[in-house]
Every structure is written in structure tokens, then in C-alpha cells.
């Protein structure tokens, strides 16, 4: 499945219910929550009480990126308010706790994934790929919206979606940060399927579609 995965992070927080709509009028199937804690990340947006009023909202797939500390501390509390997929870092954990957090948010009937910063090698979560339903090669440094896409970020994603396939593994790869008309092509054809698209979703005069943008030659 291809699908965009608009992130509120851009939105208009005192129109929220509208920016949700305009999402699911897009045909796409994820809404992407980016909770930061101003510790793992420096900036800090949502917690538990938006996901919970976006749960409230919409029945498309919450899909929650955990930019924090000690981010196993917060699984029941993602779970309780709604979360559907629960994506932590890499980096805020030991092999021990990312197994754990792995294992809970799967005994909780959930989806998981696992992120990577750009100084993180895709080697470091091979391990980890026969557990994840998800991995989420950041494409920008984590924290803030609006920085520009880099390219050479691909090369993550072909060797995640090639070590998956040598597995025989139907892993989700997304990617977050500068995704736009342009460079979502690029991302595909590197072998990403899950797309984060903040301010250019949300700025968009017009209604953008999966289908059109990885369509459109332009």
C-alpha cells in the first residue's frame, strides 16, 4: 500500500477538525502525529490530548512518531488515547528496551515501527526488521518542519527495502522530512511506500493525492 501520511504538525491547530477532514478527503489513509518532547528533539508539540481529540475525530490510521526520551514509558499511554501505529527512535533506546517496546505494542494488538536519524546507518535496525511493521528513515533532522529534503537519505531506504525483500519481509518504509511533489517520486522509486508530508500538504492551494503526485510529470 502507498499512501500519503499528512502531518499535523503543519496544520492549522485552531482549524484542527477541518485539517482532518481535508485529510480524509485526500484519500489518505494515515494521519501522522509527531509528539517531541523538547528533550530527545529541541522543539515540543503534542501528547496524549490531541491524539485522544484526533482519535475522537477521524477513523484513519493514527500513526504516531515518538521524538522523546525514554519513549517505552509512554506505550500504554499512546495505546489508551487511540495511537494505531507507535514509531519510537532508535536512538532513545538500548537493544533490551527496544525489544520490549516492540513486544508490548504488539501484545497490544498495534503496529510498530522504528525510526532512524540521518546519522544512524540503515545497518543498525537490520536486526530488528522480521519484528517491525514499520521503519522511518527521517529525512530532515528530527524536531522541525519546513527543512529541506535530503537526497542522500535514499540510499537508506533502497538498502532497507532490498535487506526486507532478501527476508522475504512486507515492511512498511516511510519517510518524513521535505516531502513534496518532487521529491515523493524520488522516494518511491527508492522503495519507500508511506510518505509524511507536512507544510506542503497543508499550504497547498489544491487537494493533493497520492495517485496524482506520484503520477504527475510535471
Sequence with gaps: MKTLAPSILAADMLNLGKEI????????????????DGMFVPNISFGVPIISSVRKKTNLVLDVHAMIVEPDRYIDEFIKCGADIITFHFEALDHNRILNAIEKIHKANKKVGISIKPN???????????????????TVEPGFGGQSFMYDMMEKVTSIREYANKLGKNV??????????????????????????????????????????LNNEK
Design 120 to 138: 544512524t546507518p540503515a545497518s543498525e535496525i537490520y536486526k530488528y526488521i522480521e519484528l517491525l511493521d514499520m521503519v522511518l528513515v527521517m
Design 21 to 36: 477532514e481535508k485529510i480524509e478527503a485526500s484519500d489518505s489513509k494515515y494521519v501522522h502525529i509527531d509528539v517531541m
Design 172 to 213: 512498511d518504509i516511510q519517510v518524513d522530512g521535505g516531502i513534496n511533489d518532487q521529491t515523493i517520486k524520488i522516494a518511491n522509486d527508492a522503495g519507500a511506500n508511506i510518505f509524511v508530508l507536512g507544510t506542503a500538504f497543508f499550504k497547498s492551494e489544491k487537494l493533493l493525492k497520492i495517485e496524482d503526485l
